[in-house]
């Protein structure tokens, strides 16, 4: 009996034993599986963090890159100064060429400038695809917040680029400001005045407001003299007297028609006949000159001839442009 029963124990222990191997070697797979699946999360993570982060510094700038970034970019500048003087000079040798030589000024620079700093990036400091992107989207998100307005007026002077509503050496009218374009930019573009007063205006404001271009393109444009006559005098005559004026003028371009409109108003509590006579100067930039010479001409004929008196006419004429 108690051989039976060693012989049970024995059977029951080796059981446990064996059960108890297996168990441990479950245990050893499974963990071996684990360190297995933490070292290649662990090789992942690092390919991953390798793949977005930046590269070295040093190997996108360098002293020698530096050197020649800062050259060719003093070259761009000589180079683009140089063609948007040749184009000036050019445009100021002809009346006719003028604006269209002109309109050439802004592209010139914009391009220039575009092609001068992409060659920089791409051609000398070449970073790769990631870093660019990376810093890209930075500064797009740094710069968007806090230069709105200059971005704004950057898409506008594309704007006008593209749509072209005026060029240089356009007369045109923005807001209160009346005058010559001398310039377009990314920024803004300059105007000088009739008082040769330089305006920069804003290119968001173009995009705003409505804007009048008295030529668009043409080197003549249309001048409006105004004078207030009585309303008793001959139409006739004083119509014959203003054509006169403007044709004898040696601003006037005569490929064009002159017309006299006469209009009923009421001036300083009185009635009185508004006389509009629009004439063409060949070049815009006598457009004021024209005006004062047509407008002098055409008083001193009328008083010459007899249509009007002067003390008629004292008081309640004004010289107008438009």
Known sequence: MKTILRLGLLTLLFTITLFAQDEVKDTLIN??????????????????????????????ISVSKIIWAVIFLLISFYVIKLLTSL??????????????????????RILGWTVAL????????????????????????AVGFASQDIFKNIFGGLMVLLDRPFQVGDKIQVGSHYGEVLSIGLRSIRIVTPDDSVVSIPNGELMNDSVSNSNTGAA?????????????????????IAIRAAQVSRFVYLNKPVAVIFKNEIFQNRPVLKMRIKAYV??????????????????????????????????FNTVEHE
């Open 31 to 60: 963990t071996e599986t684990v360190v297995d699946t933490v070292q290649k999360e662990k090789a992942d993570t690092s390919a991953i963090a390798k793949a977005i982060s930046p590269p070295d510094i040093r190997e996108v």
């Open 87 to 108: 184009l000036n000079k050019l445009s100021e040798r002809s009346t006719e060429y003028r604006i269209t030589f002109k309109g050439f000024i802004p592209v010139v």
């Open 118 to 141: 992409y060659i920089v990036i791409a051609g000398i400091f070449a970073p790769p695809v990631e870093t660019v992107l990376l810093i890209t989207g930075s500064l797009g998100i």
């Open 220 to 240: 003549d444009c249309q001048v409006v003299s105004e004078i207030y006559l009585p309303v008793h005098i001959d139409t006739a005559a004083a119509k014959k």
């Open 282 to 315: 060949f070049d815009i930039r006598y457009e004021f000159a024209f005006m004062s010479d047509m407008t002098e001409t055409a008083l001193r004929e009328l008083l010459k001839e007899g249509v009007v008196s002067k003390d008629e006419l004292n008081g």
